[in-house]
Antibody, heavy 124, light 106 residues
Framework: QVTLRESGPALVKPTETLTLTCNLSGFSLNTSEMRVSWIRQPPGRALEWLARIDWDDHKVYNILQATRLTISKDTSKNQVVLRMTNMHPVDTGTYYC????????????????WGRGTTVTVSS | SYDLIQPPSVSVSPGQTAIITCSGDRLGNKYVNWYQQKPGQSPLLVIYYDTKRPSGIPERFSGSNSEHTAALTISETQAVDEAVYYCQAWDNSNGVFGGGTKVTVL
């Protein structure tokens, strides 16, 4: 069974750095079709895609947030980590990680399994 | 940045067809995925690659994509389909979501 589980602090102060961990189970990031994305959702608002890391360590960031984000993986631990610097109250919301599966001919990919999400509040 | 536009809400009677649209510049040249999100739950993939249904998704869910508009169609809508639906595409490898459409089954 494929599952993803997010973990991290529930509360961070403004200007602090947020570090979130996504623990993968039932699959690993060592095959070419596997990727992991991070997505967030402010309370009562729409989803926002943040970043993706591929099996070969290729990384893609939301253009609007790129300077604040770092995504990394530890294949031996089956984990993906997202760091977001200079947190602000508008960054409050639920953060999800999602397995992102690729098909190569034709080339397309989609987020097919999501974690339950972890809620982060930014407040002093 | 690339934008996907969805109507905020759609209402449908049980047993009728709900159509949710998603508009974007030359969206037909991209592949669209659709996600269902119920209150307090994580999003669930219901359509990928414009028209494909993941295993376990009922046949009443179907998708289309042409020119500037993609659509998610829910045939014979049931009360259990009441949720917010998001379209999603990739623009130069960046993920983009629509603003979401709340489907209300009256």
């Amino acid at each position: 069974q494929v599952t993803l589980r997010e973990s991290g602090p529930a509360l961070v102060k403004p200007t602090e750095t947020l570090t979130l961990t996504c623990n993968l189970s039932g699959f690993s990031l060592n095959t070419s079709e596997m990727r992991v994305s991070w997505i967030r959702q402010p309370p009562g608002r729409a989803l926002e895609w943040l970043a993706r890391i591929d099996w070969d360590d290729h990384k893609v960031y939301n253009i609007l947030q790129a300077t604040r984000l770092t995504i990394s993986k530890d294949t031996s631990k089956n984990q993906v980590v997202l760091r977001m610097t200079n947190m602000h109250p508008v960054d409050t919301g639920t953060y999800y990680c999602a397995r992102t599966t690729a098909n190569f001919s034709p080339y397309y990919y989609y987020m097919d399994v999501w974690g339950r999400g972890t809620t982060v509040t930014v407040s002093s | 940045s690339y934008d996907l536009i969805q109507p905020p809400s759609v209402s449908v009677s049980p047993g009728q067809t709900a159509i949710i649209t998603c508009s974007g510049d030359r969206l037909g040249n991209k592949y669209v995925n659709w996600y269902q999100q119920k209150p307090g739950q994580s999003p669930l993939l219901v359509i990928y690659y414009d028209t494909k249904r993941p295993s376990g998704i009922p046949e009443r869910f179907s998708g289309s994509n042409s020119e500037h508009t993609a659509a998610l169609t829910i045939s014979e809508t049931q009360a259990v389909d009441e949720a917010v639906y998001y379209c999603q595409a990739w623009d130069n490898s960046n993920g983009v979501f629509g603003g979401g459409t709340k489907v209300t089954v009256l």
